[in-house]
C-alpha cells in the first residue's frame, strides 16, 4: 500500500519517539473546534492501538467520525504521505531538527490554505509540526488505516501466483485466504503475478504472510541439503 510504500523510504524519520506532549496538543486542538454542548462525546474506536502514534491516530479517527468525515480524511493523508514519498526537501523540513518550528508551521498553514482539507486533518499536522514531529504522519497514516480497516470490517489480502488466475482458481485461492478471515469480516483480494514463484502462491494479510510457492520449497529444500552437509563434514 501507498502508506507501507512510504514508510520504507521515510524509515530512519519514523525511529524517533513521539511525545506524551503530542497527543495533548492534538487534544487541545480536536478540543477547540467540539461543539460546546455539555453531551458532546466521541465515538469509541473500533480497534485498540499501542504507541502514541496510535493514539493520535485514534484521537483523529474519533474526531473524524464524530464529524463525518472519516474517509477524506484517510485520503488527505494518503496525499501527505505521497508527498513525503516525491518530495525529499519536505522529509528534510519534517525530520531536520534545526528547521525553526515557526518556519515548519508557516509552511503547513500555506499548504493548507491553497487546499480543501478537513479541519481534523489540519489540527493533525499542524499539532505535528509545532512538536517536530512531522514525520510521523507516516506511522499515524498507517494506524489510521488500520482503524478503517476494522471500523468497515474489512480484511485485505494480495494472493501472488507465478501466472495469472483464470476463474476457477480465483474461487480456490478466495476460499484459501477466506479461512484467515474472522467470522463477520469481509475479504477484500487483490490479485499480483511474480513470475520468480516457479509456481504455488502467496497470501499477503497485513499482518502475516502465507509462502506456499514452489522457490519457497525449493529455498527450504535447499537448506536442508546445506545443512545436512555441514553436519557431515
Known amino acids: 500500500m501507498l502508506a507501507r510504500a512510504a514508510c520504507l523510504l521515510a524509515r530512519r524519520a519514523e525511529q524517533a519517539q513521539l511525545s506524551k506532549q503530542l497527543v495533548r496538543s492534538f487534544s487541545a486542538a480536536a478540543a477547540s473546534q467540539a461543539s460546546p454542548k455539555a453531551d458532546y462525546k466521541l465515538p469509541t474506536a473500533p480497534l485498540q492501538l499501542s504507541g502514541t502514534s496510535g493514539a493520535i491516530a485514534t484521537l483523529a479517527w474519533q474526531v473524524a467520525a464524530k464529524e463525518n468525515v472519516l474517509t477524506k480524511v484517510q485520503d488527505e493523508l494518503y496525499q501527505l504521505v505521497e508527498?513525503?514519498?516525491?518530495?525529499?526537501?519536505?522529509?528534510?523540513?519534517?525530520?531536520?531538527?534545526f528547521v525553526p518550528a515557526a518556519f515548519r508551521m508557516k509552511v503547513v498553514r500555506d499548504m493548507f490554505n491553497t487546499k480543501d482539507v478537513t479541519d481534523v486533518t489540519k489540527r493533525l499536522v499542524e499539532a505535528l509540526a509545532e512538536e517536530n514531529s512531522l514525520s510521523a504522519i507516516v506511522q499515524v497514516t498507517i494506524a489510521y488505516e488500520e482503524l478503517m480497516l476494522a471500523h468497515r470490517k474489512e480484511v485485505h489480502c494480495t494472493v501472488v501466483t507465478a501466472q495469472p488466475l483464470d476463474d476457477a482458481e480465483r474461487t480456490v485461492f478466495t476460499k484459501q485466504a477466506q479461512q484467515f478471515v474472522e467470522p463477520g469480516f469481509k475479504l477484500v483480494m487483490k490479485e499480483k503475478v511474480d513470475r520468480k514463484l516457479l509456481g504455488g502462491f502467496v497470501l499477503e494479510f497485513e499482518d502475516r504472510l502465507v509462502d506456499m510457492s514452489k522457490a519457497k520449497k525449493l529455498e527450504e529444500f535447499n537448506n536442508l541439503v546445506t545443512k545436512l552437509e555441514n553436519d557431515l563434514k
Open 83 to 97: 508527498v513525503f514519498k516525491a518530495h525529499p526537501e519536505i522529509r528534510r523540513l519534517a525530520t531536520d531538527p
